[in-house]
C-alpha cells in the first residue's frame, strides 16, 4: 500500500521561510512526476510545483522565484523550499505523486494527507 506523508507545515511569519517534506512509501514500483498542490479556504485546489525524474521544474506564476521544488528519487522524497513568504500562500499543502505501484501495474496519482503553512503577523 502506498502512503504519502507530509511535513514541515506551519506559522510563519510574512517574509519568512519554511521547507516542505513529502515522502512516498510502500509497494512502489516507479515514480514519475512528483509535486506540490495547495487550497486555501473557500478556494480551489491549485498546483503549486512539479518536477519529472529528470529534474525538469515547472511552477506557478504566483510562486516563481520564490519557491523551490526539488526531490530525492533514492528516498522518494520530494521538497518545496518556500521563501519570501506571503500571507495569501496561507493554505493546505498537498504532496501529489504520479507512480506505479507493486500492486496494480498502472500509472496513478497518489495524494498525501496534506499539511497546513499559515503565513501572518
Known amino acids: 500500500q502506498v502512503q504519502l506523508v507530509e511535513s514541515g507545515g506551519g506559522l510563519v511569519q510574512p517574509g519568512g521561510s519554511l521547507r516542505l517534506s513529502c515522502a512516498a512509501s510502500?509497494?512502489?514500483?516507479?515514480?514519475?512526476?512528483m509535486g506540490w498542490y495547495r487550497q486555501a479556504p473557500g478556494k480551489q485546489r491549485e498546483l503549486v510545483a512539479t518536477i519529472t525524474t529528470g529534474g525538469s521544474t515547472n511552477y506557478a506564476d504566483s510562486v516563481k522565484g520564490r519557491f523551490t521544488i526539488s526531490r530525492d528519487n533514492a528516498k522518494n522524497t520530494v521538497y518545496l523550499q518556500m521563501n519570501s513568504l506571503k500571507p495569501e500562500d496561507t493554505a493546505v499543502y498537498y504532496c501529489n505523486a504520479d507512480l506505479i505501484s507493486d500492486l496494480v501495474p498502472v500509472v496513478a496519482d497518489y495524494w498525501g494527507q496534506g499539511t497546513q503553512v499559515t503565513v501572518s503577523s
Open positions: 510502500g509497494s512502489i514500483f516507479s515514480i514519475n512526476a
